[in-house]
């Protein structure tokens, strides 16, 4: 079995104002994404899924990491894997390159597991459990506007839908709101919207008021008063406060009985969450901007982080994935995978973290599952009680629909073989 040809799909974004028109409190999500698909020379075509800056992704793909795959065998996994690590690292990983890795080696699992006969979670060694508990992060989509309802005075009711549905954990980030954004210096408070909704980066905070602080208490609050301790509450920083705010917003809430706080610094520092962790007793999970077994080396190590988090779409893939969860794993840490990315990235996540012991919980968002994500594959996955499970099928268990492509604003581009001679 032969590479025979790579493939990439991402979509344009439209103007915004049409979106907003067309789809209420929904964002623009496919603009996010890129889909790599990879051919053999027996018909199997493997999937794989990254998430930001698709246009840059795709051009990596093509132009550095074809010439390395085409022709070759794609059960060689850790071998491209490897090779294309080590190529891009001559000039420094992370970003697209490594957004492009892991994209390409979750398509070349889901090609084992489709020549094998096998699903990838037996590929990897087989089962630990046969389903994991999933947790909802609050954001709004299509007939599920959550975002809209805990900002807007209705985070109880929202949590009583929740374990109505038998789900028993939110994430929610109710301090962002009184966050320096990305608007400028004369509007540093206002929302900065992109594909129309509030994006969730902004510039490092120093402060926050006591009104602003009680402000956001009061929203977990709620949701105790609601549903007292049936449901879980993690909190999301979105790495936007500096260690004495991030310290002063984990003390006011952790008589609520948090599950943790999720990047409230940015990453880059890890002795800073060292003394994070040492002023507080809520649990304290990192990351998804953490790429590598290398970095996430320091969190689990020194110790900076309770709970390990990474995205497997791009911080490295399955090959890269069950690496840091095995890193974890030897200190007796527990994994959650950061799944608000894309349908592919959930199937192939769901796969490791049914495999993996040390699984915890995983991230969804109903919205995605019961929205847009059926415009990209075949199949829905699996949900019922709180909980997620995967069909005993090949590879992935899912393919893309067969329509996404010649959808409008689609970009697809191809490299093949007869690309490569004539270069």
């Known amino acids: 079995m032969k590479i025979t040809k790579v493939e990439t799909l991402w979509f344009q974004a439209v103007p915004e104002a049409e979106w907003v028109r067309a789809n209420g409190t929904s964002r623009q999500a496919l603009p996010n994404n890129l889909w790599v698909r990879i051919y053999t020379d027996d018909g199997l075509i493997g999937l794989g899924e990254t998430y930001y800056l698709p246009r840059a992704v795709a051009s990596v793909i093509h132009d550095v990491f074809a010439p390395l795959l085409l022709g070759r065998d794609p059960l060689e996994i850790e071998n491209h894997w490897n090779n294309m690590f080590s190529l891009v690292n001559f000039c420094g990983f992370a970003g697209a390159e490594m ?6 080696d979750v398509a070349l699992w889901d090609l084992a597991g489709q020549h094998l006969g096998k699903p990838i979670y037996t590929l990897l060694g087989g089962r630990n459990r046969d389903r994991i508990r999933i947790y ?11 975002y809209q309802a805990w900002t807007s005075g209705r985070a109880g009711e929202l949590a009583q839908e929740l374990v109505a549905q038998g789900i028993t954990a939110m994430k929610i980030w109710p301090f962002d709101a009184f966050a320096s954004t990305l608007s400028g210096p004369s509007r540093l408070r206002e929302p ?13 905070c120093h402060d926050i008021s006591n009104d602003d602080l009680r402000r956001g208490v009061a929203i977990i609050e709620d949701i105790r008063r609601a549903v007292g301790d049936r449901i879980a509450i993690a909190i999301e920083g979105h ?12 003390r006011a809430i952790q008589h609520l009985d948090i599950m943790w706080i999720e990047e409230m610094m940015p990453p880059d520092n890890a002795d800073a969450y060292v003394r994070l ?9 990192q990351s998804e901007r953490v790429f590598t077994r290398w970095n ?28 840091i969860c095995s890193l974890a794993d030897t200190y007796y840490l527990p994994v959650t995978s950061h799944d ?20 915890y919980v995983m991230e969804t968002v109903r919205g995605y599952v019961d929205g847009w994500y059926d415009d990209v594959l075949t199949d829905r996955i699996p949900i019922a009680d709180g909980h997620l499970t995967l069909p005993d ?9 067969d329509d996404l492509p010649s959808r409008p604003n689609a970009r697809v581009e191809v490299t093949t073989l007869d690309d490569l001679r004539r270069w």
């Open 99 to 104: 957004r492009a890795i892991s994209a390409i």
């Open 136 to 146: 909802n992060t609050c954001v709004g989509y299509g007939r599920y506007p959550d």
């Open 192 to 204: 900065f919207t992109i594909w129309g909704a509030t994006h969730a980066g902004g510039i490092l």
């Open 239 to 250: 790495a936007r406060w500096d260690l004495p705010t991030a310290t002063r917003i984990a």
């Open 277 to 285: 962790k040492a002023a507080t007793t809520i649990p304290v999970c």
């Open 296 to 323: 996430f080396r320091h969190y689990v190590e020194k110790p900076a982080a309770d709970i390990i988090m990474p995205d497997f779409a791009w911080g490295g893939g399955i090959t890269e994935g069950r690496k």
């Open 340 to 359: 608000t990315i894309g349908p592919v990235a959930l199937w192939s996540a769901a796969h490791l973290m049914l495999h993996v012991p040390n699984a």
């Open 393 to 401: 099928r090949p590879g992935l268990g899912t393919r893309m629909r």
